[in-house]
């Protein structure tokens, strides 16, 4: 059997390597990672788990980390050494931010570099290198710039535009941390918190600290609650009345908020481009005893075709493509895949979604936008276009609907990934509440 140690940091640095230089999900690059190790031979859980952190750590932490490392070369490293460097990220993430001790660190690395025959030249070197990094890196890292190092610098001046330079900061520092894991229920709030070791969040959303299998969690199996992050439930929560009106879906997968509309009585159409996609809705629907019309379909070329030219709903909800910019503490490898012509990319395709959702609304029909980012291209500014066009009307919220500190000055719900920091933060988020104008 492999050594342990060696083989969850062999692991890292492949599902690494993917996702940083060959533009790879991690959460699909890792499930496939460890699905293919386990059929040669068992993983322990808690080793699954590990490399899965020390990943993260990785991805999160890359600007700082590259800072400490670059302090101890003499000279960079050869392009085709990426192992190594990688393996020296993987020893400072550790030595740095995750307190292993430092014999442990240097002593598995280097094992890790001869067992390499292409780069075992290099055992001299990260041992020497992770030897002042065990020394010196915390220190470094207690005076380095972490908001602005860990964030492309694109980003980062984008959210310092609209939001000021404070705001700014803390969007990124809270993009360092841990999630925790949110859950919505069916009903009994108080009774699923007690039962899941969670508490409830102010709009009822239940939000666990202590991380768990999904799947061993009371309630699972029966389906009385699913996984869906504080922010992403508040979207639905800006329809109201919806039992028995049709509402459809746009880009409905993974099935969250289409499980919301279900609990609250819509008949809901769940339309996604992705079939694998609209196979884990259908999977999540099924758990939790909920149906839905699902379709496949590019909504633009749905909208326009026979089938669905004449469907008119009763409520639209639009969750569209976006930079995903308002997860990096869930997903710290869009902060590497995602660039500023991307955004501008996507921005072309909101546009477009916002005009099939309003075609449709029937008239007077409330219509939810919602991305999870929190730059104004993706949310206000896509709103503000559509507004002046006079193909709807916004709908500010009240109170009543939000708690009052998510409410924008523009009526629109906004969520800021540094919000209620005391109770674990938040997943950047923004929506609006529209409405179709009648045609005259």
Not at 69 to 81: D, H, V, W, Y
Not at 236 to 258: E, H, W
Request: glycine content about 6%; charged content about 30%; some cysteine.
């Amino acid at each position: 059997m492999s050594n342990p140690e060696l083989l969850t940091r062999r692991l890292a640095v492949e599902i690494f390597d993917a996702v940083l230089r060959r533009d790879k999900g991690l959460e699909d690059e890792y499930a496939a990672r460890i699905e293919r190790r386990t059929q040669k031979e068992p993983m322990e859980v808690r080793d699954k788990t590990f490399v899965r952190l020390l990943v993260t750590v990785m991805l999160r932490r890359l600007g700082q980390i590259d800072d400490i490392i670059a302090r101890f070369l003499t000279k960079p490293l050869p392009e085709k050494a990426s192992f190594v460097f990688d393996v020296l990220r993987i020893g400072t993430a550790q030595a740095v931010f995750l307190d292993t001790p430092a014999h442990a660190v240097v002593s598995t690395c280097v094992d890790l570099i001869k067992s390499n025959r292409d780069f075992n030249g290099f055992a001299a070197l990260t041992n020497a290198v992770l030897r002042r990094v065990a020394r010196e890196g915390k220190q470094i890292a207690a005076k380095q710039n972490a908001a602005k190092l860990n964030v492309p610098v694109w980003l980062y001046s984008r959210w310092e535009k609209e939001y000021g330079e404070d705001a700014a900061r803390q969007i990124a520092e809270a993009g360092l941390n841990e999630a925790p894991l949110d859950f919505t229920v069916k009903s009994d709030p108080a009774d699923w918190a007690e039962r899941l070791q969670a508490f409830v969040m102010p709009t009822g959303t239940l939000r666990r600290e202590k991380n768990a299998s999904v799947p061993a969690l009371p309630g699972f199996e029966e389906g009385a609650w699913w996984v869906q992050d504080f922010s992403a439930a508040l979207p639905v929560r800006l329809f109201s009345g919806l039992n028995g009106k049709t509402v459809a879906d746009i880009c409905a997968a993974p099935g969250g908020k289409t499980a919301q509309l279900i609990a609250a009585g819509a008949n809901v159409t769940a339309i996604d481009v992705s079939e694998n996609r609209l196979s884990r809705l259908r999977e999540n629907l099924d758990r939790l005893c909920f149906t839905a019309e699902t379709i496949r379909a590019d909504i633009r070329k749905w909208h326009s075709s026979a089938n669905g030219e004449n469907r008119k709903f009763d409520a639209v909800l639009l969750d569209a493509p976006c930079s995903a910019t308002g997860t990096l503490r869930r997903h710290p490898d869009v902060a590497r895949h995602r660039t500023s012509a991307d955004v501008d990319r996507l921005t072309r395709a909101q546009r477009e979604l916002l005009r099939v959702a309003v075609d449709m609304a029937k008239d007077d029909a409330v219509i939810v936008y919602c991305v999870c980012s929190v730059l104004p291209e993706e949310g206000r500014l896509i709103v503000d276009e559509a507004v002046e066009a006079g193909l709807v009307e916004r709908v500010p919220l009240t109170e009543k609907d939000v708690p009052v500190e998510l409410i924008s000055p523009d009526g629109d719900l906004r969520v800021l990934p540094f919000y209620y920091a005391d109770k674990g933060g938040c997943d950047g988020f923004f929506a609006a509440r529209l409405q179709k104008k009648r045609l005259k």
